[in-house]
C-alpha cells in the first residue's frame, strides 16, 4: 500500500472516530439535560449534523452511543507505542518492560481521559441517573478487557488466555476503575496520575511479600490427613502433623 493510500485509510478513520466522538457527546448531554427516554435518535442525529444513517452506522441504540466505541479506548498512537516496547522480547516470554510499559499506557489514556474531563463527569452524573446503563457498562467493560486482552497478547506473542495476560487485564483494570472513582469522588483535589502510581505501587507491595504455593499444599495434605482420622483410622504421621503449620 502506496503513502497516499495509507494517508487516506488514516483521514477516513480520524473522521470516522471524530464523528463517534460527536455522537457520544450530544447523547451524554442530552441524556443528562432530559433522561435516556427524554429524546430521540433523531435529535442526537440534528444535533450532530448527521442522518439518522449515519447513526446506526456507529451505533445499535442511544445506550451504545452513551457509552462509545471501544475503538476510542485505544487510540492508535499510544497502542503503537505500548506495542514498540515488547519489540525485542522473544515471542511466548513475557517481556521485562511490561509492567513498565502497562503503567505508561494507563498514564496515557488517562491523559485523554483528562482532556476530556468533564464529559467523563458527565458520564457518571448519567449513569447515577440512568441506573439501567449499568447492565450495558458491564458489556462494554467485557468487551473492553477482552480487546485489551488481545492488544497485550499479541504484544507479547503469548495466547490471550496466558495467565500474566489474564491477570494484567484483571488487576491493571481494576486498579485503574479504583483510580478513577476516587479521583471522581466529591472533594477530591489530588491529581490522577499521583493517585494511580500509588495504587500500583501498593498492588506491587503487596505482591512482592513473600508467598509460596508450597505452603497451601501442606496446609492441603494436612486437612487430608485429618480427613482420614475421621474415617477411624489414624496414621502416625497424622497424629504429629497440626494442619494449620502448613499455612503459616
Known sequence: MG????????????KRAATRATITAVARSLT???????YTVEEVCERAGISRRTFFN?????????????DDDFPEEVVARF????????PGEISASLLADLVRLSLDLSERMSASEEETRQLIGVIKKEPQLMLRIIGATEEREGEFARLLAAREGVAADHPVVRMAV???GNVARKTSADYFSEGNTRPYKDMLLENIAAARTLFSLP????????????TAHSGTAHSGTVHSD???SNPSEGAQ
Request: glycine letters at 12%.
Open 238 to 240: 497424622t497424629a504429629q
Open 211 to 222: 508467598f509460596s504455593t508450597s505452603h497451601f499444599d501442606s496446609a492441603h495434605a494436612g
Open 58 to 70: 456507529y451505533f445499535p441504540a442511544k445506550e451504545d452511543a452513551i457509552l462509545g466505541h471501544v
Open 32 to 38: 443528562a439535560e432530559r433522561g435516556l427516554s427524554g
Open 3 to 14: 503513502n497516499s493510500a495509507i494517508n487516506a485509510v488514516g483521514l477516513r478513520e480520524r
Open 170 to 172: 484483571v488487576l491493571l
Open 83 to 90: 506495542m514498540a516496547g515488547g519489540a525485542d522480547s522473544p
